[in-house]
T-cell receptor
Framework: GAVVSQHPSWVICKSGTSVKIECRSLDFQATTMFWYRQFPKQSLMLMATSNEGSKATYEQGVEKDKFLINHASLTLSTLTVTSAHPEDSSFYIC????????????FGDGTRLSIL | GENVEQHPSTLSVQEGDSAVIKCTYSDSASNYFPWYKQELGKRPQLIIDIRSNVGEKKDQRIAVTLNKTAKHFSLHITETQPEDSAVYFCAANGGGFQKLVFGTGTRLLVSP
């Protein structure tokens, strides 16, 4: 149980394009999903908290216009990196929390984004 | 806000030895402390967690201890195996029960 699917797993694109990453909770409903960024050999840095049906809450220093988050249903959140540039290249991971009390975060497999 | 420090950054042990990873946190409102294992290029996987109303929790070869007064918690792995080799992250929730702040990670290498 508690499976989180993230797609795509790997994407390479040209500078200036936009990239959408999907995060789905497959066997549970998630009112809250989180988006992280992870640089090589570093920790998970929280970018934003995504709540179903409401605007995402961004961490300090994260550009909301650059990283668009949509949480349209209890099983799907998307992160769109707009006008991506090489410095946006990174490993992006989502996590989802179930609707019950004191539920842990379950992570997706991550998306490796490379901007040329 | 919450700040989590984790030590050591790397840990090498021989198969069968024990491994201990320690974390400290700053926000006394934190009440949930999970540990995640991440293998190279893969997702972090929850291996054990503890809440502030208990001091210790054990699951087979893995145990976590919590000292609320000192604001630190530790992961203990006994009888280590090569497949335990991975990066381990501790985290604390800063009282926000869902949002987590992660430590910097510990790279554990278990040599056969």
């Amino acid at each position: 149980g508690a499976v989180v699917s993230q797609h795509p797993s790997w994407v390479i694109c040209k500078s200036g394009t936009s990239v959408k990453i999907e995060c789905r909770s497959l066997d549970f409903q998630a009112t809250t999903m989180f988006w992280y960024r992870q640089f090589p050999k570093q920790s998970l840095m929280l970018m934003a908290t995504s709540n179903e049906g409401s605007k995402a809450t961004y961490e300090q220093g994260v550009e909301k216009d650059k990283f668009l988050i949509n949480h349209a249903s209890l099983t799907l959140s998307t992160l769109t990196v707009t006008s991506a540039h090489p410095e946006d290249s990174s490993f992006y991971i989502c996590s989802a929390v179930g609707t019950g009390l004191n539920q842990p975060q379950h992570f997706g497999d991550g998306t490796r984004l490379s901007i040329l | 806000g919450e700040n989590v420090e984790q030590h050591p950054s790397t840990l090498s042990v021989q198969e069968g030895d024990s491994a201990v990873i320690k974390c400290t946190y700053s926000d006394s409102a934190s009440n949930y402390f999970p540990w995640y294992k991440q293998e190279l290029g893969k997702r972090p996987q929850l291996i054990i967690d503890i809440r502030s109303n208990v001091g210790e929790k054990k699951d087979q070869r893995i145990a976590v201890t919590l000292n609320k007064t000192a604001k630190h918690f530790s992961l203990h792995i006994t009888e280590t195996q090569p497949e335990d080799s991975a990066v381990y992250f501790c985290a604390a929730n800063g009282g926000g029960f869902q949002k987590l702040v992660f430590g910097t990670g510990t790279r554990l290498l278990v040599s056969p």
